[in-house]
């Protein structure tokens, strides 16, 4: 990929009339984030819009322009397809974005979708960004969806380091790389303060924890969609630099990457094993106390129900007097045993011998 094609071999669609061009607004493009040109490794100019663009880097044809969007819109991305030949079905990718990481390659041009991602303390989540990069002979361009990455850090850095520049569109989009991936670090040591602080909420019986679980799972569902096709795509390039002649030093460069996206994939491997064992004992604690609680309840009716066993056997002692009582209350004259000498005593005796008999029930079945 490093070697360099002779601009009149590289397939253009003829430059526009001054009227054409003069119709674009002079203003800097809202989509446009920075767009630059470079000679031996040094900027040279920094055009307003990307009309300028294309005509300085045809007024020197040994430069690089490294153009920055961020959500273009599609006749901006159209006008870079038609500048630099760029292939319909990676412009379609850049305009829509959710894509999955990936690496094509279109003739001289090579398409490249990562996933960059970022920590945000104060919401204790992770927040996924999508980088497209098209990167040909003698240009660099790259679409941003999203508030990650930064690539100004990366722009500053390369700058600092004219030799490094000066190796061309590939050496830019190593460093892009490799910004994405040291932008992997921060995010690890994130998530595995959550799941120290999980840990401590499962054991602690957080009834809020099980969401949290969910939620951290499913950001590493998407963390290990970014960064596991991203060790393939390494793997790709390296196999690529004896064919396109890589520089040795960019060669030991993309090597360091890959063994970064490496170590970050195992970590966010067992972040998802950690994070489903987390949740298996959340399951088997929380299954736990509902059972210790459920047993507490029957415990309670059990107790309650016998409470209502011994109330119900005296009043059932209690009603047989009573109503032997209200029979012989009733003073009619048609009641022989109101005037039998042994009525009273009979009265009682039938009281008392109901009342026992129930209490000898009522205590043979462990009611009272």
Same mark, same amino acid.
């Given at each position: ?133 098209? $990167?040909?002979?003698?240009? *660099?361009?790259? +679409?941003?969806? /999203?508030? =990650? !990455?930064?690539?100004?850090? @990366? ?16 050496? $830019?989009?190593?460093?892009? *790389?490799?910004? +994405?991936?040291? /932008?992997? =670090? !921060?995010?690890?040591?994130? @998530? ?16 809020? $924890? ?159």
């Amino acid at each position: 990929m490093s070697d360099r094609r002779p601009r009149a071999a590289w397939r253009r669609r003829p430059e526009p009339p001054p009227a054409a061009s003069s119709a674009r607004p002079p203003s800097v493009q809202p989509s446009v984030v920075q767009s630059t040109l470079y000679r031996d490794g040094r900027r040279v100019s920094s055009p307003l819009t990307l009309a300028d663009t294309f005509r300085q880097l045809r007024e020197h044809p040994d430069g690089m322009a490294w153009i920055g969007l961020q959500r273009p819109t599609e006749e901006e991305l159209h006008s870079l397809a038609a500048e630099f030949d760029l292939h319909e079905l990676a412009v379609e990718d850049a305009l829509e974005a959710h894509q999955r990481p990936k690496l094509e390659r279109y003739g001289d041009t090579l398409f490249v979708v990562l996933r960059a991602a970022r920590y945000l303390d104060a919401q204790e989540e992770v927040d996924f960004g999508e980088l497209h990069v098209f $990167v040909g002979p003698d240009f *660099l361009i790259t +679409v941003r969806h /999203g508030a =990650a !990455p930064d690539l100004t850090a @990366v722009r500053r850095r390369m700058e600092q380091n004219p030799d490094l520049l000066a190796l061309g569109p590939e050496a $830019v989009l190593y460093a892009i *790389l490799d910004a +994405v991936v040291d /932008g992997y =670090a !921060p995010v690890v040591a994130g @998530v595995q303060n959550d799941i120290d602080e999980i840990e401590t909420e499962v054991f602690g019986g957080d009834p809020a $924890v099980s969401r949290r679980i969910y939620e951290l799972s499913r950001e590493m569902v998407e963390f290990q969609r970014a960064t596991r096709p991203l060790v393939g795509m390494l793997h790709a390039l390296m196999a690529g630099f004896a064919k396109y002649g890589t520089d040795e030093e960019l060669q030991r460069y993309l090597r360091d990457v890959a063994d970064h996206v490496t170590h970050t994939s195992e970590r966010v491997d067992g972040f998802r094993q950690a994070l489903a064992d987390i949740l298996t004992v959340n399951a088997t604690l929380v299954t736990q106390q509902q059972n210790a609680e459920m047993r507490a309840l029957a415990e309670a009716g059990f107790e309650q129900n016998e409470e209502i066993k011994k109330i119900s056997a005296w009043a059932a002692i209690l009603f047989a007097p009573t109503l032997v009582g209200t029979i012989y209350g009733m003073n009619f004259d048609n009641m022989p045993e109101l005037h039998w000498a042994g009525g009273y005593p009979f009265a009682v005796v039938l009281m008392a011998v109901v009342c026992v008999s129930l209490y000898v029930v009522f205590k043979k079945k462990d009611w009272l």
